[in-house]
């Protein structure tokens, strides 16, 4: 398997695991159009029904952060699929940030099981229009790591909780 498809599988089945420790589905669609990889839907709840989340995966091991952010090269067609911000379903950009060599991506041993690196995520709803032919620089906090957290909070109206 090329490290590209390698990568797509890495981020899936981290995003899969954060979900899955949040209590959350995560629905892999047949096929990626409109900028969406996966798919998050929360457990009805007395405050949140229906609550769903649409996600683009990036995979990099080309992260350095500038103080409390860092730029991540993405592709025009995604950008602008994702700075839409009237859609019935929002949408994130998550960024996993993985080691060059893929042999030290997961570590195991019979107490834990590591998965090497962070991801990341942003929201680009009503980001502005862009003139660039093929990737736009977009900032990214290093503050916004996707994890159970953060990926609840994306679920959950203001002043709730699931």
């Not at 405050?47 to 730029?71: H, M, T």
């Not at 859609?87 to 998550?94: A, K, N």
């Amino acid at each position: 398997m090329d490290l590209s498809a390698r990568k797509d599988h890495f981020s899936r089945a981290v995003v899969s695991a954060v979900a899955a420790v949040a209590g959350v589905k995560a629905v892999v669609p047949e096929h990626d159009s409109d900028s969406v990889d996966i798919l998050f839907a929360a457990p009805d709840t007395d405050v949140a029904v229906g609550a769903r989340l649409e996600a683009q995966l990036k995979c990099s091991q080309n992260i350095v952060p500038n103080g409390q952010s860092f730029q991540y090269p993405l592709p025009v067609k995604n950008y602008d699929d994702l700075r839409w911000a009237e859609v019935y379903v929002p949408r994130i950009l998550i960024v996993v940030h993985v080691p060059a060599d893929p042999s030290e991506w997961l570590v195991s041993d019979p107490e834990k099981m590591t998965l090497k690196r962070c991801a990341y995520w942003a929201n680009l709803a009503g980001a502005p229009a862009t003139s660039n032919a093929s990737t736009v620089s977009v900032n990214i906090s290093i503050e916004h790591m996707f994890d159970p957290t953060a990926l609840l909070a994306q679920l959950t109206p203001p002043g709730a909780s699931l």
